[in-house]
C-alpha cells in the first residue's frame, strides 16, 4: 500500500513533517478514488453531527469547520487557511466499518458532476458544494500520520 510506505518512517511526527505531509496528500488522493462508486456516496447528510469537525484543505494542516442543519443540508463554515474559490469541493468523510464521520476534506478542483450534493461549505471568499462519503478509513489515514491531526488534548480520537 502506497500509504503505508510513505508513513513507514513517520512515527510521531507532527503534520508538519514532510513524511506525514506526503502521507496526507497520499490519503486525500486516495479518497477521491471512492467517488466513482456511487455506493459509497452519501444520498443525504449523516444524523448527530457534532457542532464542529476537523478539516483540512488538501495541503493544508488540519483546522475545523462548524456544523450546522438546513432545510436545504449542511451549511458548514470553515475556520482556516487556504479555502479555495471556485472551483472546488468539500467531502465530509464517513468510515465505512463504523459509521463514524472522521472530518471533511477540501479540494480546489473540479465540481463533481452526478454526485449528491448533502450541503455546502463557506470560507472567507467563497462557498462550495459538499458531498459525503464512505471511505475505508485505514486506507486513507494511518495513525501514525493521521488525515486530520487531533487536537492536543483530544489525541487518539481522530485516529
Known amino acids: 500500500m502506497l500509504l503505508a510506505l510513505f508513513v513507514a518512517s513517520c512515527g510521531k511526527s507532527s503534520e508538519n513533517s514532510a513524511v506525514c505531509g506526503f502521507a496526507s496528500i497520499a490519503g486525500a488522493t486516495m479518497v477521491l478514488q471512492y467517488l466513482p462508486n456511487e455506493h459509497a456516496r452519501l444520498a443525504a447528510p449523516p444524523g448527530g453531527l457534532p457542532s464542529s469537525l476537523p478539516a483540512r484543505v488538501v495541503g493544508y494542516g488540519t483546522s475545523h469547520v462548524l456544523v450546522t442543519d438546513s432545510p436545504d443540508g449542511l451549511v458548514l463554515g470553515y475556520e482556516g487557511a487556504g479555502f479555495p ?25 473540479e465540481v463533481q458532476e452526478n454526485v449528491p450534493k448533502i450541503g455546502t461549505i463557506s470560507g472567507s471568499t467563497s462557498t462550495i458544494p459538499l458531498y459525503g462519503l464512505r471511505v475505508n478509513w485505514p486506507s ?7 488525515l486530520f491531526a487531533a487536537p492536543a488534548s483530544d489525541s487518539a480520537d481522530n485516529q
Open 140 to 146: 486513507v489515514s494511518d495513525v501514525r500520520c493521521p
Open 85 to 109: 474559490a471556485t472551483p472546488g469541493f468539500g467531502l465530509l468523510l464517513v468510515d465505512d466499518s463504523s459509521e463514524v464521520v472522521r472530518g471533511v476534506m477540501i479540494y480546489d478542483k
